[in-house]
Structure formats: C-alpha cells, structure tokens
C-alpha cells in the first residue's frame, strides 16, 4: 500500500496524541500540553540543498541516504529514492504566556519542555516508525540515529551530523531569524525532527526565495527585539553569537534548580524566543509573495 502525504502526517498527528509525556505532570500541570499540534513539509532527498549543506557545515553531514542507512545498514537506497519528511511541534500557549513574563531566566513550563523533549521525541519517533512500518512504509527517525553527536565544522563551529532547523527549511516549513532561530508558519517557539522515508512523494514547494526571507530585520531593517530580550547580549546586527549564548545557557543551567529537570541534560533559555513579533507566526510585515 502507497501511503500519501496526508495518510503520513495523519500517523504523525496520531503518534502525538497517543504520547504520554506530552503534559506537564512532573510540574504540577497534568492537563496542560507541551507541545500544541504539529507541522509538516516534504523535501525530495535528492534536493540539491542537503549537499550544499554538507559542502557548507562539513563532510561529517549526512545525506538522506547516509541517515536513512544509520537505521537500515543494509539500504541500498540513493538520494534519490527516498523523502524527507520535516515534522514542526509548536508550543502551547500557557508556555509562551509564562515565557514572555520572563526577564533573565526562562519560565519553568520552557525549562520542562526543552528538557524533557529528548525523551518525548525518542518515543515519538518510534512510535510513527512503527506505524509506517505496519503500513508496508520503511522510514528512518533521525532522532533513534545511533550516531548523531556533536561535531566541529570548520564554518560554524559545534554542529551536528543532521540539523533539523536546516532540514525544515528545505521542506518549505520556515526562513531563519537574526536569532537564528527558525521562523515558522507557527512562530518561532517550536522544535523540529525529520524522518527520512524509503520512497518517493512530491515535494512541498518553499514559498520564500531566501533563507532569511520571514524575519524582519533582514527583510527590511526593522524589529531586532530579539536582540532586545536576550539577556546575554549574544545576539547583534551580525546575527547569534554561539559562544556568548552557550557561555549563558550553562550559567543558568547550573542554578535553575527543579527535581523534574535533569541538570545538564540540555541547555535552555529560549528568551529570543518570546515577546517578539515572530513568535506565534510569520510577522506582520513579511510580504505577501513570500509567504
Ligand atoms: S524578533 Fe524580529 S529580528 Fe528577531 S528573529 Fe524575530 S522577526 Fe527577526
Ligand atoms: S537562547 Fe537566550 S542567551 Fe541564547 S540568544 Fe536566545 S535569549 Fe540570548
């Protein structure tokens, strides 16, 4: 059976309502969901731009291929055979309202979310892969990759094997920020998995014409209240600076102090990513043709 488009972000929509760490139990928010609702883009793995972005951030990066084999070592599949499949999770609204009430420190619903999404996305990712398996669809979570590290790319310095923000550009889902951060047709306060699929669906078209087309600053000189809010000065007119930010997120990790967060497990601040235009949609401002 030849699943469609829609038939697979069906499966996805599923696997999330059926998770059951998409809450807020561990804080004392049981009926309160994380993450809202999902996107979805489609990308031909043979798009020219997964090379460009290995020929960009490193010859450590993989292709769809390359990825699609870290699950199944035996595929002899190309580029070419396969989809890629960029899935957005934005988040609920009670999040970004506790956010946005943040000065220097993000909220303790931001802080659970970003440390508890490792877990949640592992056992998302299985679950959709198993139900595209049971319906005769071979499909390769880039989150389950057993080798998806950190490396250095001699451009940008710590990247990893697989971006998940590049990958949702390239699936039509969303343009960078000054931030950095994606913008994407839910706003910025989102995060991002791919699945690589063994077969071949048309791919979403991207509406914008360029990779920063859906922020404002570098659209039209305007905004900038990112670097307004982020409380490390890590973010000027030349864009995020990466050194500054991970230099705050490991301050604050070390005194953010809750037995439902996992010291260390990952870095969260996430202030870019509230009061501003950007961080429910595409802002007010973006022309039409690009959008
Ligand atoms: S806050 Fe403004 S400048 Fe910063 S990423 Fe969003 S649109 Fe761009
Ligand atoms: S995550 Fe925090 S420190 Fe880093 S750029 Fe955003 S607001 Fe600044």
Redesign the pocket.
Known sequence: MMLTKEQIIALAQESLDESRLNNFSAIGYPKEKIWAGLDAGFAAGDDPLFAFCRRDIGDFYWSPAEAFRQIYPESRAGDSDLTVLSLCFYMAAPIKKEQNEQKDRPGLRWGYARNSWEPLIQDFSRRLTDKLSISGLRAAAVDLAPDLAWQESPKYGKAANWSQRHTAYIAGLGTF???D?L?GRHG?AARYTSVILETVLEPDKRPYKHYTD?????QNGS?????QVCPAGA?GEQGHDKDKCSAYLLKICEDFDHPALTPRRSSWCGL?QGR???QNGI?EGIPNDVR
């Open positions: 920020g000054l931030c951060g913008i910025k859906w922020c404002l600053f570098y905004c900038g209240v990112c670097r973010i870019c501003v235009p950007c802002p």
